[in-house]
């Protein structure tokens, strides 16, 4: 790989774990609201944390470059205020790739938390245990491998992602080149070489990673008669 592929790398990496890292701040604060409320308004909020699963990601990108770009809501308010408009910048892709892999992150935890039910937390709560110490103690260690899931999908999908992060971020080489629109580039201009590579290398990982991940899961289920 060449210089640039490298740090569309590096890149890369750093796009997929600071996502990885705010999604589970946001995520199960939001997954755990799902898995427990009996709002009507639930549905609502399912429906909107699973569109980027059929939305195109040209789509989402058009309106998320929109938003943050110089005369959107967000980027034109930063600007009044003397700041450098979201888009085209690594921000700018931490913040689409947070909304584009908000599914891959919530439904495995929602699904997690829903499991563990209520007889252990209300076991606990007898016990004089507050909502936090029930939450870490109790839900958090039964949630483990619902964890384990998000995390690996969120972080393997935010390294996949084109469609989005060349609609917002573009393709500036050290700042929002990927290795995906790398992959691209390459294959644009016909060195096919360089593609394989590339490609090569992300599926290997990609089926590595998720291969693991399947092995843990199924170490470690609970055989039910």
């Known amino acids: ?12 990496l750093e796009l997929a774990g600071v996502t990885t890292l705010v999604l589970v701040l946001l995520g199960t604060p939001l997954a755990w609201w799902m898995a427990r409320t009996r709002s009507r308004a639930a549905v609502v909020l399912e429906a909107v944390v699973a569109l980027p699963l059929v939305l195109p990601p040209t789509v989402l990108g058009f309106y998320l470059l929109l938003l ?25 892709l931490v913040i689409a790739s947070t909304l584009y892999s908000l599914p891959f992150m919530v ?20 016990l004089r245990a507050g909502p936090w110490d029930r939450f870490v103690h109790v839900v958090l260690p039964l949630s483990r491998r619902g964890f384990l899931t998000a995390v690996t999908l969120t972080f393997a999908h935010t390294v996949g992602e084109f469609g989005v992060v060349l609609m917002v971020g573009g393709n500036i080489p050290g700042e929002t080149r990927v290795l995906s629109i790398a992959i691209y580039d390459h294959a644009e201009s016909m060195d096919y070489a360089a593609a394989h590579v590339l490609a090569g290398s992300l599926l290997a990982a990609s089926f590595l990673l998720l291969l693991v991940l399947y092995a843990i899961n199924r170490r470690h289920a609970v055989v039910r008669p």
């Open 68 to 92: 943050l770009g110089p005369q959107g809501a967000i980027g034109g308010t930063l600007q009044s205020l003397g700041l450098y408009h979201l888009a085209f910048t690594f921000t700018g």
């Open 107 to 126: 439904n495995p935890l929602r699904d997690a938390f829903a499991a563990v039910g209520t007889r252990m937390t209300e076991a606990a709560a007898t």
């Open 1 to 12: 790989m060449g210089s640039s592929d490298w740090l569309a790398l590096r890149t890369t």
